[in-house]
């Protein structure tokens, strides 16, 4: 038999899956407010009022994936 290609999974779908077995109480985060899902990444601004990040909202694959640190788009802006 031929095996089916594994497509990966949709953020969308992710997020899905994540809020079927969720908790009422679960946190949101990133700029869509939503649960944890998915690859996520954290921004190292001490002040950064979001603080975790869907790979998927701020434009982050395993491919592009930062290798060292990672400062998220409001606060690089606050930066300059």
Same mark, same amino acid.
């Given at each position: #038999? ?5 497509? @990966? #999974?949709? @953020?969308?779908?992710?997020?899905? %899956?994540?809020?079927a ?5 679960e *946190?949101?985060?990133?700029? +869509? ?5 998915? %690859?996520?990444?954290? +921004?190292?601004?001490?002040?950064? @009022? ?5 790979f998927?909202c701020?434009?982050?694959? %395993?491919?592009?994936? @930062?290798k060292?640190?990672?400062?998220c *788009?409001?606060? %690089?802006?606050?930066?300059?």
């Amino acid at each position: #038999k031929k095996k089916k290609d594994l497509q @990966p #999974k949709s @953020p969308e779908v992710l997020y899905k %899956e994540a809020l079927a077995v969720a908790d009422v109480g679960e *946190p949101k985060y990133c700029y +869509c407010n939503r649960i944890s899902f998915g %690859e996520m990444i954290a +921004c190292e601004c001490a002040d950064c @009022p979001i603080e975790w990040f869907h790979f998927s909202c701020v434009g982050l694959t %395993e491919d592009n994936r @930062p290798k060292g640190t990672w400062v998220c *788009p409001d606060c %690089e802006r606050k930066k300059k």
